[in-house]
């Protein structure tokens, strides 16, 4: 396995909705935790969400309610869910396992706000 692919991000308003997705290799997602990253112009890499190989789930504080992150152990997919999506939730999205491995940092996708 090497970088993650992240796929889903795009313009959405304020209110709006958007799925992330990321995909690992079955070996990968079947052992470790995920996890969603996100940073935001200036700001540090942060935690926003992550799941267990035996879903059990934690949401930061800052989009607790409004996101919510889910794996499907048949397609080795883990989403994020976005819903009332805030102007300050504006960043590149990435997926990797938790706690992180470097190796694994892909391009993210990015999510910004539209007016």
């Known amino acids: 396995q090497g970088q993650f692919v992240e796929s889903g991000g795009g313009l959405v308003q304020p209110g709006g909705s958007l799925r992330l997705s990321c995909t690992p290799s079955a070996s990968i997602f079947s052992r470790y935790a995920m996890a969603w990253y996100r940073q935001a112009p200036g700001k540090e890499r942060e935690l926003v969400a992550r799941i267990t190989s035996g879903g059990l789930i934690n949401h930061s504080d800052s989009v607790e309610g409004r996101f919510t992150i889910s794996r499907d152990g048949v397609k080795n997919t883990v989403y994020l869910q976005m819903n009332h999506v805030r102007p300050d939730d504006a960043a590149v999205y990435y997926c990797?396992?938790?706690?992180?491995?470097?190796?694994?940092w892909g391009q993210g996708t990015r999510v910004a706000g539209s007016t």
């Open positions: 990797n396992i938790y706690p992180f491995n470097d190796s694994y």
